[in-house]
Nanobody, 123 residues
Framework: QVQLMESGGGLVQPGGSLRLSCAGSGSIVRINAMGWYRQAPEKQRELVAAVTSGGNRNYAEFVKGRFTISRDNAKNTVFLQMNSLKPEDTAVYYC?????????????????WGQGTQVTVSS
């Protein structure tokens, strides 16, 4: 079993910054892609940013130039540096990871999600 633990959310004023972290633990052989999604009240969950194991990144248009995704493969951790935050960035942020894990039945890839961390941008 694999767990993803997020941290770093909170309340920040418009124009401020936050850094989210998400650490994976458990029966991990390898973490492939990792990403951050967000879900605002009454809206669908949407992709914010993703990064492959090789370091290729992609961002949603609404965060380009403001957010940066990075990862530490040795620590199974993904980060999201959020700058120039806007009220419309308010949401619950979730990390996910595509994990290769092995059991007595063989090895397989599965997608896991963190529990979410609240980010509120308000004056």
């Amino acid at each position: 079993q694999v767990q993803l633990m997020e941290s770093g959310g909170g309340l920040v004023q418009p124009g401020g910054s936050l850094r989210l972290s998400c650490a994976g633990s458990g029966s991990i052989v390898r973490i492939n892609a990792m990403g951050w999604y967000r879900q605002a009240p009454e809206k669908q969950r949407e992709l914010v940013a993703a990064v492959t194991s090789g370091g290729n990144r992609n961002y949603a248009e609404f965060v380009k130039g403001r957010f940066t995704i990075s990862r530490d493969n040795a620590k199974n951790t993904v980060f999201l540096q959020m700058n120039s935050l806007k009220p419309e960035d308010t949401a619950v942020y979730y990390c996910n990871a595509d994990v290769t894990e092995c059991s007595a039945y063989g090895c397989y890839e599965a997608r896991y999600w963190g529990q979410g961390t609240q980010v509120t941008v308000s004056s």
